[in-house]
Each structure stands twice: as C-alpha cells, then as structure tokens.
DNA sequence: AGTATATAGTTGCATTTTCAACTACTTTAG
DNA sequence: CTAAAGTAGTTGAAAATGCAACTATATACT
C-alpha cells in the first residue's frame, strides 16, 4: 500500500506482503469453516498446548506465542472451555495465576482440523515455493523476528 | 502453527510466515498509535483512493482493493467520513452504487502518517531484506496472489 | 414488455476485539 | 515486617467485525 516509486522492488514488496497474508488467511478460514470446524485461531492455541511440555500453558505464555492481548485470550480461551476442548487449572506456585490444560477432545479437534489446514498451506502457500526460496524466506523472516 | 517435521524447512515456513506478518502489524500499529495518528486500515484506504482515477473509487472496487468484506467496508467509511477524510457521492451510471471520494483533509492525512509508517516499514522490514530476497519475496508471493 | 435473477450497498444482530479499570497475589526496598 | 510497585489474569463497556437479511437498481431471459 505505502507509496511512491510503484516499481521499485523495495517498495513493491510490503503491500505485495500484506495482500499476500490477507488472501491466504482469507481463503483457509473459508476452508475450515466450509468443513464446519473451528477457525484458524483454535487451532494455534490447541497446536501450542498440544506441544507445550505437560500440554499446559500460562495464559500469559500462551499469549505471547499466538500473538493475542492477554484479554483477548481470557475469552478465546473462554470460547474454547466453553467447548471442552481445554480447561483452566490453577498455578501451585503462583496462586494469580493458572494453567490452560487442552483436553482430550481438544487433541482430537486439533487433528481434525489439520487436514483441511495443512492441505490449504500446500495448496496455496507452500506448493509455490521451491527450496531455495523457501529457505530464503525463513531465513529473511527470521531475522525480522529476531530483531523486534 | 502446523504440525509435525519441525525440522523441515517446508513445515517452518508458514509458521514463521504467520508469526511474522503479525509482529510486524502489531509494531506499526503501534507506531502510528503512538503518534497520535490513525491505525493501519485508514492508511490502505486512503492511499488506494489517493491513486485511483479521479481520486474515488466504487465500494466494491475498494473493498476488493483492501480486502475487507464488503459491510466492513461501509462502516469503515462511516468512520473515515465522520472523519472529514472522504466523502460518498452517488454515482450516475449506476444508481444503485456510490463512491467514495477522498478530501483535501484525506490526502493530507495520509500523506502525514506515511513517514510514520514508512518508516517502520523500512526499519522492521525492508531492511532486513537484500535486492536477491526482495526479488524472491515478489516473485514467489505473486505467484501465490496469481493462483487464488 | 414482464418476470426472474444478479449486483451495489446498507443495516440489525450476534460475536469478537480492544481499552481501561480492577482484583488478587508476588516481589522489591526500606 | 511493611509499604510500594509490579505481574497475572479477568471483566465491563465501547468499538469493530462478520453474517444474514433487506432495499434498490440493473441485467438476462422468455
């Protein structure tokens, strides 16, 4: 979107960035909802739980990581609790805080939802990246991400 | 955010690809927060007005154009009206659409927050990326744009 | 022409997100 | 030990968003 000099790669390539990230996010949240599953959010949230050591996260953490305000995530957790997929526990060694534990049903909502996510990444992002650009990209994106 | 292979190069990169895009957003917007100017969504409007013809554009157009739904969009231009930013006039053409015109004030503002975000853009973005990457980036997302 | 269908845009309502308190507990410093 | 400051998480109210229904107009079909 910025501005002037239309043609020059440097200034081309952060609108094509952000259109690029809209319509993809636009499309796969199509995807899963057309398939009657939860949207892309439930599943960061379940996916970090589910890898997380003791499949438990502080809100706080868990936060961080989906990139959420903390209220934000009190009632996206709030959402999910409400359908069993995760629970809250409270925190033996720090008694403000708690736990977000995901549940059984939790992991198996996450394993559903991952066909029909993981074949839009393909199918829309991934399948038009070889390895080299791939690489590139990771290594571009994580130098950004390092230095915020 | 996906799954398994944490390892493979192909599975990281739309995990870094999310996580990225959401950093980066989160920083300008708080940029423009901070100085006092209007969040990154008034900016694509007003600039895609700025350089369409005659400076408006039909909400449909600019609706595709920023990729918002198309209801978001009116009360999005509510707001920017309520603004003084644009104004809406009735199209003779076709008496069922208007457009969405950009003011004096529209442009003013816009070109006010562009060094803000530009700014950011260059310094948590464009900066990280040599000319062989930015042409990577370009020629890979728009291969992706291509294909939705 | 006359009806059926499609399109532009808005609106009501429910859901989601944000912002600014607010509670409860912990840590630091005197 | 106590007071001050900081941190974890929640909550109420307001703003933003999405969905489905609706108005008005345009287009296609017979």
Known sequence: ?????????????WPIFLATHSRLI????EALTRAK?????WYDVLWELEK???????????????????????RL???????GLLYREPCPDDRRG???????AGLETRKTMWPVYGEQIEGLF????NAA????????????????
Chains 1, 2 share one sequence.
């Open 1 to 13: 979107m910025p501005i002037p000099n239309e043609n020059d790669p440097k200034s081309r390539v």
């Open 26 to 29: 636009e499309r796969i949240d």
């Open 37 to 41: 599953l939860p949207p892309l959010a």
């Open 52 to 74: 997380a050591p003791d499949q438990r996260l502080r809100m706080h953490d868990l936060a961080k990581r989906v990139v959420l305000s903390r209220s934000n995530l009190t």
């Open 77 to 83: 957790a709030d959402r999910l609790v409400a359908a």
């Open 98 to 104: 708690s736990y977000c534990v995901i549940t059984q």
């Open 126 to 129: 991934a399948c038009h990246l």
């Open 133 to 148: 650009e791939t690489e590139v990209l990771i290594k571009a994106m994580t130098r950004m991400l390092k230095a915020l």
